[in-house]
């Protein structure tokens, strides 16, 4: 198979068919759903299938062979006590994330989609050269918070056509990798075990998971620095992004993540999305008033929306802003839903975009340049000049 696209040399790609599309039928490392034909809403989620391993369902239990090379849907089971029947089905991403083992409260799949959504995350197929290696630098992303791996599972899914040339021996052709970071090591296995039970690991090789305190620490640490080498664009403009740029995306799901934004904004690239999740509209707030304030990050506040409670899919937009009071001139933050629906549960998401690196000059230099201005100003009214006439015509 030959592909090619504009910008790039005609390349070879060789097509390799996984086991997982060769044939539907369940295969040991599957995971299998039960679902009981008298009670439908009664499901049962298998470990990954092996060789005499056994299913419990609520009256027996169910043998993992009477599993193993059948179609799903073809097949009605009985436990060991026949009370009850069984339909075994692959499960959905959905019923996986709810009825899998957790030591985190996870992020819900549909809630979790519309998320990697807002960030508008987008990757092709990467072109290889002759030599066999990536013509273009990797894209990397970072996960503050592995959880459950719920997160995880969905960025993967977003960023997995760019990795269709790598394999456990060839990790270099890597086109894309999402770093997950969690400072809790169970939560880390978890998160990890999580990816890796998910139609046999396929998407395993896309996700790097690391402990570490903060992502702070991470990212100013040893472990990272090989990592950014790898993306980093030391040729571009240092007015563009700093020399530390080399994420293409970040999401913060933990505790005071407005306490991170800084760190994480200096290895963000241009125009590459900052997501935080916070239980509390206040957080929100509090993120926007320190990218406010502290005009050393580079980021500037998009939208905020929530995610309403339950078992997800629901989002809802909020208005979110600094503004000032007319009468008093008194700051005063807004914090209201846009379709005017009290607040009935679930988190809310605040998303940034980073922005050039000499974008936001600090507030004594931004003064002074406005004082100048209207110093120019009095002075062209004062001799008589037209306000319309530009400065440069002044100046000649």
Same mark, same amino acid.
């Given at each position: 198979?030959?592909?090619?696209?504009?910008?790039?040399?005609?390349?070879?790609?060789?097509?390799?068919?996984?086991?997982?599309?060769?044939?539907?039928?369940?295969?040991?490392?599957?995971?299998?759903?039960?679902?009981?034909?008298? &009670?439908?809403?009664?499901?049962?989620?298998?470990?990954?299938?092996?060789?005499?391993?056994?299913?419990?369902?609520?009256?027996?239990?169910?043998?993992?062979?009477?599993?193993?090379?059948?179609?799903?849907?073809?097949?009605? !089971?009985?436990?060991?006590?026949?009370?009850?029947?069984?339909?075994?089905?692959?499960?959905?991403?959905?019923?996986?994330? $709810?009825? +899998?083992?957790?030591?985190?409260?996870?992020? @819900?799949?549909?809630?979790?989609?519309?998320?990697?959504?807002?960030?508008?995350?987008?990757?092709?197929?990467? /072109?290889?050269?002759? +030599?066999?290696?990536?013509?273009?630098?990797?894209?990397?992303?970072? %996960?503050?918070?592995?959880?459950?791996? $719920?997160?995880?599972?969905?960025?993967?899914?977003?960023?997995?056509?760019?990795?269709?040339?790598?394999?456990?021996?060839?990790?270099?052709?890597?086109?894309?990798?999402?770093?997950?970071?969690?400072?809790?090591?169970?939560? $880390?296995?978890?998160?990890?075990?999580?990816?890796?039970?998910?139609?046999?690991?396929?998407?395993?090789?896309?996700?790097?998971?690391?402990? /570490? %305190?903060?992502?702070?620490?991470?990212?100013?640490?040893?472990?990272?620095?090989?990592?950014?080498? !790898?993306?980093?664009?030391?040729?571009?403009?240092?007015?563009?992004?700093?020399?530390?740029?080399?994420?293409?995306?970040?999401?913060?799901?933990?505790?005071?993540?407005?306490?991170?934004?800084?760190?994480?904004?200096?290895? !963000?690239?241009?125009?590459?999305?900052?997501?935080?999740?916070?239980?509390?509209?206040?957080?929100?707030?509090?993120?926007?008033?320190?990218?406010?304030?502290?005009?050393?990050?580079?980021?500037?506040?998009? &939208?905020?929306?929530?995610?309403? +409670?339950?078992?997800?899919?629901?989002?809802?937009?909020?208005?979110?802003? !600094?503004? @000032?009071?007319?009468?008093?001139? %008194?700051?005063?933050?807004?914090? &209201?839903?846009?379709?005017?629906?009290?607040?009935?549960?679930?988190?809310?998401?605040?998303?940034?975009?980073?922005?050039?690196?000499?974008?936001?000059?600090?507030?004594?230099?931004?003064?002074?340049?406005?004082?100048?201005?209207?110093?120019?100003?009095?002075?062209?009214?004062?001799?008589?000049?037209?306000?319309?006439?530009?400065?440069?015509?002044?100046?000649?």
């Amino acid at each position: 198979m030959f592909v090619n696209r504009p910008g790039f040399r005609l390349v070879s790609i060789s097509v390799v068919r996984s086991a997982r599309c060769a044939s539907t039928k369940f295969q040991e490392g599957d995971l299998v759903l039960l679902r009981s034909l008298a &009670r439908p809403d009664k499901v049962s989620l298998s470990k990954p299938l092996e060789k005499d391993g056994q299913l419990s369902v609520p009256d027996g239990k169910i043998e993992h062979n009477d599993l193993i090379g059948s179609f799903p849907r073809s097949t009605i !089971l009985q436990s060991h006590r026949r009370k009850d029947r069984y339909m075994a089905v692959h499960p959905t991403l959905e019923e996986y994330i $709810s009825l +899998s083992d957790r030591d985190a409260q996870p992020i @819900y799949a549909p809630d979790a989609a519309a998320i990697v959504s807002m960030m508008d995350i987008h990757v092709d197929y990467p /072109a290889l050269s002759h +030599s066999g290696e990536l013509l273009e630098k990797p894209l990397q992303y970072l %996960e503050a918070g592995s959880g459950h791996g $719920s997160f995880s599972i969905a960025m993967a899914r977003a960023i997995h056509a760019a990795n269709c040339h790598a394999t456990e021996s060839k990790p270099e052709l890597r086109g894309a990798i999402l770093h997950s970071i969690d400072n809790r090591e169970l939560h $880390s296995k978890r998160a990890a075990k999580t990816v890796k039970n998910f139609k046999r690991g396929m998407y395993s090789k896309n996700v790097e998971f690391h402990v /570490a %305190e903060s992502p702070s620490s991470w990212l100013t640490g040893e472990d990272s620095a090989k990592y950014r080498k !790898l993306s980093n664009d030391l040729q571009l403009d240092d007015r563009l992004e700093s020399e530390f740029a080399f994420l293409s995306g970040a999401f913060l799901d933990m505790a005071d993540s407005h306490l991170e934004i800084k760190e994480v904004a200096k290895s !963000l690239k241009h125009d590459a999305p900052l997501v935080i999740f916070t239980p509390s509209i206040t957080q929100i707030m509090e993120a926007i008033k320190l990218v406010q304030e502290d005009r050393d990050i580079k980021l500037t506040f998009v &939208r905020c929306a929530e995610i309403t +409670s339950g078992a997800g899919g629901g989002m809802r937009e909020w208005d979110t802003r !600094l503004t @000032y009071v007319r009468k008093t001139g %008194e700051q005063v933050a807004v914090c &209201r839903p846009k379709v005017g629906i009290r607040v009935q549960g679930g988190g809310f998401i605040g998303m940034f975009k980073k922005i050039p690196n000499d974008s936001r000059p600090k507030k004594d230099e931004a003064a002074t340049e406005s004082e100048a201005e209207i110093n120019a100003k009095i002075t062209l009214k004062q001799e008589g000049i037209a306000e319309d006439e530009s400065l440069d015509n002044v100046e000649k």
